[in-house]
């Protein structure tokens, strides 16, 4: 059939004719059963009519229509439906709309082929992927994060397609993964969180293929302002342990596990923060740490922040320190750094996490269900429950000053930081301690 309308079509050209296109020349109408069946419509237009012939022989009294056809067509009785049933009703489903689809599946297949590779999602993500590599290598971001960004993005490649452009990240796209992510919620496939934070790495990889200038334009969903793709995080309350747990981990713990514990709660350090712990940031006279959070150590902003040890944390830091004297303060029992993520030969990714480890072993002794660090949290949300001192929360989390005039005009208060540690140790484990 297409060579046939092929050749009249030339044959056309050839003639200098240009007729419109008929209606059986549009592809679209290829699929329409009055177009592919003529003949089977015909012939069930006439032995519908046929039937309601009957319907009006056998049943005087029923109103029939001087046109059979139309009869049939808008009000077919009882008897002549189940005589005759509508031809799109023979097959279920329709063999027509089975290839309709098909066909639409393959031009979409052939359209994508017929894409620039070079703009097509799957090489952009690969682009987008290595440069968070290269960031990697300067120390610029972690390991983890660049691993959790492939994840979240060549998932979002599966769902639209690798091979589709990258043009074809519209608004409406994008108001559709948000669909399928909360979708996933919904069955409890995922926590809302993860799927914010799943939208929010394909939202950074939309905008760096516009400032890269793979797209032409942001899609307006982005804006500055809309609201539209923004998937609310469930925010509880805070998690804290209470003194009595807090006792009760540093009365169990080893002395190894009560440094950590004793770490996190007097300086606010993340279990890298206190792998990171480098001889030259103590002060093994005065009994001070001075350093810059692991995280955050590349921006000029965030302070360098002088700790106070209590009596208790100096003691068991000297006592566990590597007896290297410099670089790493401690290491495992191996030799190496507390807390590492690094990529095996097969590529997967492997993160060692010693003092997590410790850490799980002592609270699942204890029963106790709170993870490591929520001791952090427990004492830096003390600080901020404190009239005298809920101002130096964010230096002690380390956390850039955001006040103009602390910013420009105020160094950080020594002696005042130094009362507050104080105070916090007696509101947290000084009981704890005079009892161990």
């Not at 290595?130 to 993005?153: C, E, F, M, Y």
């Not at 350090?269 to 990171?276: E, F, G, L, N, Y």
Request: proline share 5%; hydrophobic share 40%; aromatic share 8%.
């Amino acid at each position: 059939m297409a060579l046939e309308k092929l050749g009249r079509l030339r044959s056309d050209q050839q003639r200098g004719v240009r007729k419109p296109p008929s209606r059986e020349d549009l592809f679209a109408n290829y699929f329409l059963p009055e177009v592919r069946r003529p003949k089977l419509e015909a012939a069930y237009r006439e032995i519908g009519a046929l039937a309601e012939s009957l319907v009006a022989a056998t049943l005087p009294s029923r109103q029939v229509s001087q046109d059979p056809v139309t009869e049939y067509e808008k009000v077919p009785s009882p008897l002549s439906r189940a005589i005759v049933p509508a031809p799109h009703a023979m097959f279920q489903p329709d063999p027509l709309t089975i290839e309709s689809v098909v066909w639409e599946d393959r031009l979409k297949t052939m359209r994508r082929q017929a894409v620039d590779q070079e703009l097509t999602i799957k090489v952009q993500l690969q682009r987008f992927l290595a440069l968070q590599g290269s960031k990697v290598d300067a120390n610029l971001l972690s390991l983890g994060r660049q691993q959790t960004l492939g994840i979240h993005l060549n998932s979002f490649a599966d769902w639209l397609g690798g091979g589709a452009a990258v043009t074809e990240i519209s608004g409406q796209k994008l108001l559709a993964y948000r669909a399928y992510l909360l979708e996933q919620v919904t069955r409890g496939k995922w926590m809302l969180s993860t799927a914010s934070e799943r939208l929010g790495s394909v939202k950074s990889f939309v905008r760096w293929l516009w400032r890269t200038e793979a797209i032409k334009s942001l899609p307006r969903l982005l804006d500055a302002g809309c609201h539209e793709l923004e998937i609310g995080k469930s925010r509880g309350a805070i998690e804290t342990f209470t003194k009595a747990e807090i006792g009760r981990l540093l009365s169990e713990a080893s002395p190894r596990t009560r440094l950590y514990i004793l770490l996190t709660l007097n300086t606010a350090m993340t279990q890298k923060d206190i792998s990171d712990l480098n001889w030259d940031e103590v002060d093994w006279q005065a009994g001070r740490i001075i350093r810059k959070r692991s995280k955050t150590r590349r921006f000029d902003a965030t302070p360098i922040v002088s700790y106070k040890l209590w009596p208790e944390t100096f003691r068991l830091l000297t006592s566990e320190r590597s007896s290297d004297g410099a670089g790493r303060v401690l290491l495992n029992v191996n030799g190496g750094p507390l807390w590492s993520e690094s990529m095996d030969d097969a590529g997967a990714y492997r993160k060692v996490d010693n003092i997590r480890s410790a850490f799980e072993r002592l609270r699942r002794k204890l029963g106790i269900g709170k993870p490591f660090k929520c001791l952090k949290k427990t004492a830096a949300s003390e600080i901020a429950g404190s009239k005298e001192y809920r101002s130096l929360r964010g230096l002690f989390l380390g956390h850039a000053p955001t006040a103009l005039a602390d910013i420009h005009y105020a160094n950080a208060p020594v002696e005042l930081f130094d009362e507050a540690l104080s105070w916090l140790r007696r509101g947290l484990i000084a009981e704890a301690v005079e009892s161990c």
